[in-house]
């Protein structure tokens, strides 16, 4: 892109939302951001360009490469078998998280499942990213309640506790029996006869799918403190519930 034409966008972002939010979506202009590089396109109104993103489940590559960048020790690294990935199937994926929560505390396995995800491509981000530009200057109560209010088929509804922490919810508020809204668990239970036992710690990519959308629509850095429910733990009587603290 025209690195002039740039500067002149970020001026413009810096006129209407405010240097903070300038340097929200820019960073270092001179770098450009991939953060940037959406906006640009939003501005454009050339929304439909963009890669969506996928319904994928964790992949064992990306939890390794986690791993390795969060600091886990090569000890504890040469008593994990990372199974070879074939396709997007769960069972590898269960083995990998199986080891996780023995050879790891809780605080690690949140922090690393929380950097997974699917749905993070620049498309899907993009409307998180124009609410928050268009709330910039609403407090963090305010944009919540906007974001409860606003339609979209893409965001779960949200709560601001008085700890300070944030609970998002998938599956409404409907008393309902409640179903567990990733694809991979709903094939898993096509293909297994008996009952279906699944890690808490898997839902942490769930989690990392709203944490990187919320990130965006209110302007704040969010960290994993608790998968508090999910239906696939509770035989459908709870929805999942992402507890999430605000550090920044």
Same mark, same amino acid.
């Given at each position: ?25 820019? /960073? ?16 454009? /109104? ?10 994928? %489940? ?18 504890? %690294? ?93 599956? /409404? ?45 209110? /302007? ?29």
């Amino acid at each position: 892109m025209n690195k002039k034409w740039l500067l002149q966008l970020a001026g413009d972002i810096e006129a209407k939302y405010g240097k903070a939010q300038r340097d929200y979506i820019f /960073g270092d202009i001179h770098n450009m951001t991939p953060r940037c590089h959406i906006v640009c396109y939003i501005i454009k /109104g050339k929304t439909r360009g963009l890669k969506q993103g996928g319904c994928t %489940m964790p992949k064992v590559k990306e939890i390794k490469k986690t791993m390795i960048e969060q600091g886990i020790s090569t000890e504890i %690294m040469a008593q994990i078998e990372f199974p070879k990935q074939r396709g997007n199937h769960p069972e590898e994926v269960l083995s990998l998280i199986n080891q996780m929560d023995k050879l790891l505390t809780r605080e690690q396995c949140l922090a690393i499942m929380e950097e997974q995800g699917c749905y993070k491509g620049e498309g899907y981000s993009a409307p998180f990213i124009t609410f928050g530009l268009e709330h910039t200057g609403s407090t963090l109560i305010e944009k919540i309640k906007l974001f409860n209010e606003w339609e979209s088929g893409r965001k779960a509804p949200c709560h601001l506790n008085p700890d300070g922490t944030l609970s998002i919810y998938w599956n /409404g508020w409907d008393n309902e029996k409640k179903q567990c809204v990733c694809n991979v668990i709903k094939r898993l239970y096509k293909t297994r006869s008996g009952p279906v036992d699944v890690s808490a710690t898997f839902c942490g990519c769930c989690a990392g799918h709203v944490r990187s959308s919320y990130q965006l629509a209110l /302007g704040v850095k969010l960290r994993l403190k608790e998968i508090v429910s999910s239906p696939i733990s509770s035989g459908g009587q709870k929805r999942c519930e992402f507890l999430f603290e605000i550090v920044g």
